[in-house]
């Protein structure tokens, strides 16, 4: 990387140069100042050591120890008065401390969103200067002079806490935090196309919301009927309003066999004006292909009403990923529904008596969802989140989190053990908002798991 980064530093430093030299040139009537070459030489830094910092929140910290001897080839050419001095930069060498914070960390690649730089102290600089052969900082004074300058220039542009910030992915996308809640009315459809040779068709709608993990939401069946009538609710989460799209597809079911499809459409989130409700009649297509010409055929119609709830938080992205908290909602506000958002980040030292395939269960309201399974490790990172949609706050609940072991070894006695538990009070969710905490075990030696939770009202 280091030719590149080179080529990369080069144009940046000049650029940042030009109104430093502007402004110089102007105070000293100096007629100008330019770099003759600029190239940082072959020699990349080399990093002396590293201290990375764990914390419960969402970032990586590191402070790597960077020493750098470069063989540079940096010429300036200063023209003042009617004469013309080349200077030249040698025998470089820079050691630095800085800070540098990955975060937040996101599920998406490359899995953090900003990065923040900052020097922990002054880095020390040394380096010479040429003049026509000479060397110029054997001037008295003048090397001191002209080092101290540089560090201070340097150190006050970026020495801790003031941090240099580079935003990698907008955070929004990367979270992919709820951002409010589809309420679906599921009303009629009308004028189906009978897929059964003998009789009518026995049709079903399946709903499904593109980019979500959550399984499709389906109506009952109507059997023996073209133009059933289901006035069916749903609801389901939405996480980004301007790509998610709603999927209606509606079926033919059959005891035995596949069930047909009978014909879909979608409708863009985006096309949806928040707490107002929209009833749609769209039109059942073959595929959502524009050049499809099976979509001419008759197909019937569907009817639908659609409601998008958006959270109270109206500035989410920044508050959340900056402070790591949460808005709570304007006071005043009558009690509702909203998501419970539950995210299972690791556990530590779990140890099974027989087996140690780690997976965690959680519970909540009679239902269960899972985390992937991770092989003979007693440190799993599983960095999983589940959604529950509530029709009111859950401050009377408990949460149970379980991590458990299996194992598909023939004839083991125990092919499933219990790795320790821990049932968690809502109550502090529903009032701070958002808990990111480390749970002890029970029935664990000194086994621990890490939850944050998170209660989303809606508007």
């Not at 502007?22 to 940082?40: C, D, G, H, R």
């Not at 079903?204 to 399984?215: A, D, G, R």
């Not at 389901?236 to 059959?254: F, T």
């Not at 379980?402 to 809502?426: A, F, M, N, W």
């Amino acid at each position: 990387m280091w030719p590149y980064l080179d080529k990369a530093i080069c144009k940046t430093a000049k650029n940042t140069a030009k109104p430093i030299i502007a402004e110089q040139t102007a105070k000293y009537n100096i007629e100008s100042v330019e770099f003759e070459t600029l190239t940082l030489g072959s020699l990349p830094p080399t990093l002396q050591g590293m201290k990375v910092y764990l914390t419960d929140e969402k970032e990586l910290i590191m402070e790597p120890s960077i020493k750098w001897a470069a063989n540079p080839n940096i010429t300036v050419v200063v023209k003042a008065y009617g004469l013309k001095a080349t200077v030249q930069a040698v025998d470089l060498q820079v050691f630095a401390a800085p800070r540098i914070t990955l975060k937040p960390l996101v599920p998406s690649f490359p899995c953090f969103a900003k990065i923040f730089v900052s020097l922990m102290e002054k880095p020390h600089v040394d380096f010479g200067l040429k003049l026509l052969g000479a060397d110029l900082m054997s001037i008295p004074g003048l090397y001191r002079f002209v080092q101290d300058i540089i560090k201070d220039q340097v150190a006050s542009m970026y020495l801790w806490p003031k941090t240099h910030e580079v935003q990698i992915l907008d955070p929004t996308k990367a979270m992919q935090r709820p951002v409010g809640i589809l309420h679906v009315k599921v009303l009629r459809a009308v004028k189906l196309r009978k897929k059964d040779l003998l009789g009518a068709s026995d049709p079903y709608v399946k709903l499904k919301l593109t980019e979500s993990k959550l399984p499709s939401k389906k109506t009952t069946v109507k059997h023996k009927n073209l133009n059933p009538e289901w006035n069916q609710e749903f609801t389901m989460v939405i996480k980004d309003l301007e790509s998610q799209v709603l999927e209606l597809s509606v079926y033919d079911w059959e005891q035995i066999g596949k069930h047909e499809k009978m014909g879909m459409n979608v409708v863009p989130m985006k096309e949806l004006t928040p707490d107002e409700p929209k009833v749609l009649t769209l039109t059942l297509l073959k595929s959502m292909d524009p050049n499809d010409v099976s979509n001419d055929k008759e197909r019937g119609q569907i009817m639908v009403e659609l409601t998008y709830k958006p959270f109270k938080e109206d500035d989410l992205t920044k508050d959340f990923q900056e402070s790591g908290t949460v808005q709570k909602a304007p006071e005043g506000t009558p009690p509702g529904g909203g998501v419970l958002v539950v995210i299972v980040h690791e556990a530590q030292d779990v140890e099974g008596k027989h087996h140690t395939n780690p997976y965690a269960r959680i519970i909540f309201r009679g239902e269960e969802r899972k985390t992937k399974h991770i092989k003979k490790n007693r440190d799993p990172r599983w960095e999983e989140e589940f959604l529950f949609m509530l029709d009111e706050p859950p401050v009377n609940d408990r949460l149970h989190a379980e991590v458990l072991s299996t194992s598909s070894r023939i004839g083991l006695l125990h092919p499933k053990e219990s790795l320790g538990y821990v049932d968690i009070s809502l109550s502090d969710v529903v009032s701070n908002k958002r808990i990111n905490e480390k749970f002890h075990l029970i029935d664990s030696k000194n086994g621990r798991i890490q939850i944050e939770l998170e209660w989303r009202e809606a508007s």
